[in-house]
């Protein structure tokens, strides 16, 4: 997976640029990096700032836009009027969300975006956004409301979706009894509220960390409110952590995220690029999952709760991913582990002989089993035909294979289930027979 961010360098590492990448990072997302001004500044003060030439800022984006797919983008500081155009020109008439973080000021008190920008900020950056995720003081500049309440908050909101923002997340209103600090998010016409304990401190980055993260979960196709929360989540834990690095304000820390939900979601989206891949989804669509060492049970296996379905000539993912997402495909990975614990991944695809054939023509190991000799007392166990099929399947045999398929049996598809160490060696067994 693949996400941008325009955003201004910041020498310190904690937000700007250098925070996104590290945000990026953390979600086992390949980050692009767009430069539109540099700063001067460390965790106690900001020296300087010059924006970077908006031709040049047009070149970069021109540079990753036509080698790279992209999944989301994110835009952060934009300092004068000139970067503005610039970014509007060349993402004006495209079609991949845009996380728009609105940046006017630095948290050492430096300004990020020149006073006569703002106009055209509002103008052309604003409705280009899928969503804006201002701060406070940020979403009272950008809406003219003074914000006291949650129903300032929800009007601040709405005023910024009039404006063209799709959505809106306004962060941190602090108005509720006790230390409790709220997040609102308006998603088309509905609201949704978070909240979460007030932090001591202050810090530095974790703005830019979660609109980098909630870019990042966007862009794993997460549902937009479930994308916030994960973000947000990301985002507390990261300023829980923040350490003390120079002699000024604390650094966000980003934790690393779940390695076995970084490995597959990335291997999902690269699955779902491969070329012709439509023609091997199943009636039944297809799941892909990934368990951790060692896995006792469903709840061990991450999957998509939905699946990976066929729409025309073009496979999306419908559903997150969730430990226990998946019955079938899990089942066979569990069975799989048992006997050999060096395989943790599977997906399913549609059974055809040709399939069959090119695998074995690539050198792949090839076993299978006959659901029509499946035990008559078994058959009636629900969820226990998939264990059944991969022991007799894998019952003789001393290494793993790397194919186990049945043709079926009356009213179930016949199918064909790809295994591997982890999801990329799933993928690259995938590569072999998919044309
Ligand atoms: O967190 C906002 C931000 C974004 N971009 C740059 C920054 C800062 C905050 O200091 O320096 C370059």
Redesign the pocket.
Known sequence: MNILTI????PSS????Q?DMKTFNAFGTYGLSVVT?I?S?NTKRFLDVKPVMASLVKSQIKSVLEDFHIDAIKI??VYDNQTIRAIHSELGRIKIPIIL?P?FK???G?D?QMKDAFADFKKLLIPLSYIITPNMQEAEKISGIKIKSLKDMRNAAKKIQKMGAKNVIIKGGHFLSGSKIVDMLLENKKFHTFSHDRLKFEN?????TFSASLCANIARGKKLSEAVDAARLFTVESMKNAAKIGSGLVIVTHAKGDEIENGLSCAISKFCSIDFIYKHIPECQTNFVYSTSNPLSLNDVMGLEGRIVKTGKRVTVAGNLKYGGSKHVASAVLEMARKFPSIRSSLNLKYDSITIKRAISKGLKISSYDRNTEPPKNKDKEGSTISWGIKKAIDRWKAPPDIIFHTGDFGKEAMILIFGKNPEDVLRKTLKIAT
């Open positions: 955003a201004g360098s910041d904690g937000a700007g640029i925070g001004a700063t500044q952060g500081m973080d940046i630095s948290t050492t430096g990020l530095h980055g974790g703005g830019c």
